[in-house]
């Protein structure tokens, strides 16, 4: 009885670690892109409406870049914690994370700190989604 319990434990585990989520809701799919100046990665998710200034933003742009191109402040906002910020003698600037939400384009994600409030502002991820369900505060 005991063997199977830990197998149970052991399936659900990995069913958790492959990401799937619940059959009715589909993993998010994004495509990995390269920055502006080519040294890092991020990831857009999804593709813009016809006309939308989403389309008009880059992996890498800074956040006044992005504001620049939206023309407005974005409508909702907040940060977190990223998992580098328990790497021991981490000193990169994506320790922390800022998610904004444009309604009626999507959200954004990007750097927003060393572990001592320094550097950060890098768009890292863009979400196509005009609904706002992408925003999770």
Known sequence: MKALSVVAIALGLAACASGGGSPSEPAKRGREVKSIDG????????EPAPGAKFAELRIGMSSGQ???????????????????????????????????LYRGEGCLIFTDGNIWGGAGGDLVQIEHDPSGACYQP
């Open 39 to 46: 040294s890092f990665s991020g990831e857009v998710v999804g």
């Open 66 to 100: 992005v504001q620049e191109v939206m023309d407005r402040v974005p409508d909702r906002q907040h940060t977190y914690e990223s998992g580098k910020r328990w790497i021991p003698f981490y000193y990169g600037n994506d320790a922390r994370r800022m998610q904004v």
